[in-house]
């Protein structure tokens, strides 16, 4: 069985693992103060089968990186998966994934489908 005691160890979240990917003359994490960013955003319409004019939910997905050296940027405070329903992190935590809609769009637009969530376990050392 696993179990989680947060008061003798950190509380394991996604994308706490750091993932650094750097050019080779590029500035290091350690150097760089990160002071201009790529972000990089796809948007998706959604729709019931393919060829449908009408989309039924709207989502993007969001990547942030400093545009000095190359590291990128985790989210924070998110669960990992993907919902329809509310914004959530991919595993890495480096991309945001949020359920969009038009403004005009009723209350409960987009949140009948299907999505999915991590959670992070720490196995009982005893
Ligand atoms: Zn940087």
Request: hydrophobic share 35%.
């Amino acid at each position: 069985m696993f179990t989680h005691d947060d008061r003798h160890q950190p509380i394991p979240r996604c994308g706490s693992t750091r993932l650094v990917f750097l050019e080779p003359d590029q500035e290091t994490p350690l150097t760089c103060l990160h002071k201009n960013f790529h972000v990089d955003a796809a948007m998706a319409r959604i729709t019931e089968a393919p060829g449908d004019d009408t989309a039924n939910a709207f989502n993007i997905d969001v990547r942030v990186n400093c545009a000095d050296c190359g590291e990128p940027f985790r989210w924070i405070g998110l669960p990992c998966g993907y919902s329809p329903a509310q914004p959530m992190v991919s595993v890495n935590g480096l991309e945001l994934r949020a359920p969009m809609a038009p403004q005009s769009a009723p209350d409960g637009f987009g949140q009948g489908g299907p999505g999915f969530r991590v959670d992070v376990l720490v196995p009982d050392p005893a």
